[in-house]
């Protein structure tokens, strides 16, 4: 898949079923759909999501967050919502898919999983179903959806990121995160036959970190992983957001760092990041 190119049906070569279309009549145009996902919690995946949103959003894209963590989500605590229908009522029928998406701070929509779901830590027929589902639905409705995944290589987080035409892996400088976030790459290069994953790293410590970081990531991917064209996989370096001390002020007060504080280094580097997304992904071919 080239980075030109703007599906206009869930890309069912990634999720490696006939899915069918988006449930959009043919020819309607559908959401470029993103994953965001890391090897390992704790990485600030949900903090990318949530504020590379409202960064999108700024930029005239219509943006929504789906919450694709179904066990233990957290997209609500960053944003400071508290939903009173979330994705667990639709998919037990109390309600209403629209009455479940509402609106963020930033201006982008949401739909949030409500957290603690024993039930949905295990991808069954039933959950992958309305899952799918719900994606179809929404597609048409938007120009990006940003699913943010658990972190892993369970099935949930790895069905959730099949549903996605491309994929951003966050990860931070420390090993453990990079030799997880490589054990996931892998993953989605052996099962999903992804030729490329999309690479940003947090709290880089200094410029170029990411750069040297990714340069490394991708000689060992070069190395030890081949995809089924039978090339290395081919890791895109989409920029670094630096260690900033606002950050942890921001996700304390439960605020967006794009509104609490545009102009500090990391919140400038997620704008330059959804500048990057949006020339690589977002611009439809002519």
Not at 168 to 189: F, G, H, M, Q, R
Not at 237 to 266: F, K, N, S
């Amino acid at each position: 898949m080239s980075d030109a190119q703007s599906p206009t049906t869930l890309p069912t070569a990634a999720t490696g079923s006939a899915s069918g279309g988006n449930g959009a009549p043919s020819g309607t145009p559908s959401a470029r759909i993103i994953a965001i996902t890391s090897g390992k919690g704790g990485v600030g995946k949900t903090f990318v999501s949530a504020n590379l949103a409202a960064a999108l959003t700024r930029r005239g894209q219509r943006v929504l967050v789906l919450d694709a963590d179904l066990g233990l989500a957290n997209l609500d605590v960053v944003l400071n919502l508290y939903p009173k229908i979330t994705l667990h009522d639709v998919f037990t029928g109390k309600a209403k898919l629209d009455d479940a998406v509402i609106t963020a701070p930033g201006g982008f929509a949401v739909l949030l999983a409500g957290s603690g779901m024993v039930e949905y830590s295990r991808l069954t027929p039933e959950v992958r179903n309305q899952f799918l589902n719900v994606i179809q639905t929404l597609a048409p409705r938007y120009d990006v959806i940003l699913l943010d995944t658990g972190a892993g290589i369970s099935d949930v987080v790895l069905f959730s990121v099949s549903l996605a035409s491309e994929v951003l892996i966050v990860a931070t400088p420390e090993p453990t995160s990079l030799t997880d976030a490589y054990a996931a790459i892998k993953v989605l290069a052996m099962q999903q036959k992804r030729q490329h994953v999309r690479f940003v790293v947090n709290q880089a410590a200094r410029p170029g970190d990411g750069r040297a970081i990714s340069g490394q990531l991708q000689q060992v991917l070069d190395r030890f992983v081949t995809t089924e064209s039978g090339r290395p996989l081919r890791l895109v370096h989409m920029g670094d957001i630096p260690a900033d001390p606002t950050v942890r002020d921001a996700v304390m007060r439960r605020q967006l760092l794009l509104l609490h504080t545009p102009g500090c280094p990391a919140a400038l580097a997620i704008s330059q990041l959804a500048g990057k997304v949006e020339e690589a992904l977002l611009h439809r071919a002519h």
